[in-house]
């Protein structure tokens, strides 16, 4: 591959009830990914586990890892064995009684335990029918990040990030010249035949408007299939109070997509299908698409101060 | 019609090297609309003449007026009649020396002369290869502005603003429920054929955005036809120096449209004629859309002051 072209992989995957099973295979998608070429590798959102957060109960808690852990310890091998860089969202275990979802940045190229290079703690945190994330995390304290990765410069946001331009300015300016939005993200079965179509169209028209307003590449990487949130935990299931919620779950729509530093999708991936999403970007188009595009130029940063309200009543 | 809903009205329009005869115009069609029942109506940016920011002509100053001026004169006429909200983006004439490219917002409600409720002066000003708006305009100084009209909440941006969602942002915070953009963006005919597609899908891209990340109806209103960037002012053509443009001018196109609070089109108007594009909006929208997608409320202010730099390195 031409040494300016850096080639991206998203793992689109679904995850089972088995959570040692979604590590295994995890693994195995990078490991094929990296065999196919790609050197930036990102797993979706909390891909150990079926999306627990469709309940609230605390022994779920116990699914919690450290980072560095058990999930980093098993990703650095490939990391390491085929130089690379790896995006994995975790549900991070800080202290007892202080979880975040966090995504864990591995670099063959740091020397840190594990090979995390950088962590980032999602600062957007949703609380909506089936998606009772404010019971798990607590929102992050070190801001918006990004890194100077082996593969290039990056940022990582995660999920309920991606509503918030602020989120992907701020990583944009720390640097950033590709984002990446490990998701999960469904339809409710009951109102995916009214609203799946509109819906799946806001998730990706204001993603590819983070791509626009910044001059950034954009990697979006959902998990797919239907859950119910069941999760295993050392071998014994835990369905919780009531193993299927009475909303009968939410079907992920999958969509992962890649878009240039203009909007463009490159690549996109099905609505129902594990895959493995693939493109080679050219470090040259931001500066290219900056240069053509001038936003950063005449941003007034004078006039902004009313963005750290709350609202300007 | 109920009284939740309000009808909105967008002149796509071409302008004529003729100011007096694309006033007339303007007033003809807000009239037309009103008619028709809108109560809300914007016309595109700089509609008084054709886009003279295709070159650098000090000449060309004479052509700006003061706000409370003529146009303003002229439109609050039909704004009494009708009892109307007009928008008209106006090239002012603030001082000796100091002009803007301003939306004067009338306002039949509104006692002040010529009913002007308020102005917006453009904050963010471009300068692109026949899109030299840095010779003419010196940036706004008061800011993002939201008006409480007699037609509802609203905000007005002016086209280069629209590339920015700090400026949407923050109008949305001071209330605004529906955005205006007049604008004046076109092809280069000579880039059209191969890049044309993509930078109207980046412009209404990045608009339906803005209307996703506030929960607010976006109306951008763009000019149509195709100009060298003559004007005339007091009967007299000033052609400036080399009467056309090296690069053949700019190939407006069109395509004013009307995004409902998720970011759909509720309306899109064709990218080669005149005509005035309608919606009826419903006010309740923008807090249902609010309440299912609750993006204000997980806002992390805390987090946001690098916004108000220039860069983060």
Redesign the interface.
Known sequence: MPANLTRVALIQMSCSPDTQANLDKAVARVREAALAGAKLICLPELFRAQYFCQREDHALFATAEPIPGRSTAALSEVVREHSLVVIASLFERRAPGLYHNTAAILDHASTNPDNILGVYRK????D?PLYYEKFYFT?GDI??QAQKTSAGPIGTLVC?DQ?????A??TA???AETLFFPTAIGWHPSEKVEFGE?QY??WQ??Q???A??NGVFVCAVNRVGHEHGDVTHNGVNMPGPGSHTPQDGLEFWGGSFIADP???ILAKASHDKEEILYADLDSAEVETTRQH????R????????????????
């Open positions: 600062m957007h945190i949703p909506d929102p801001g918006f309920w509503w918030y331009p602020e989120g300015r701020i300016l720390k640097g509109r169209d806001a028209t204001i590819r408007a983070h626009i307003a203009f909007g463009r595009w001038p936003f950063l005449d941003r007034r940063i004078d006039a902004y101060g009313g963005i750290t309200s709350r609202f300007l009543d």
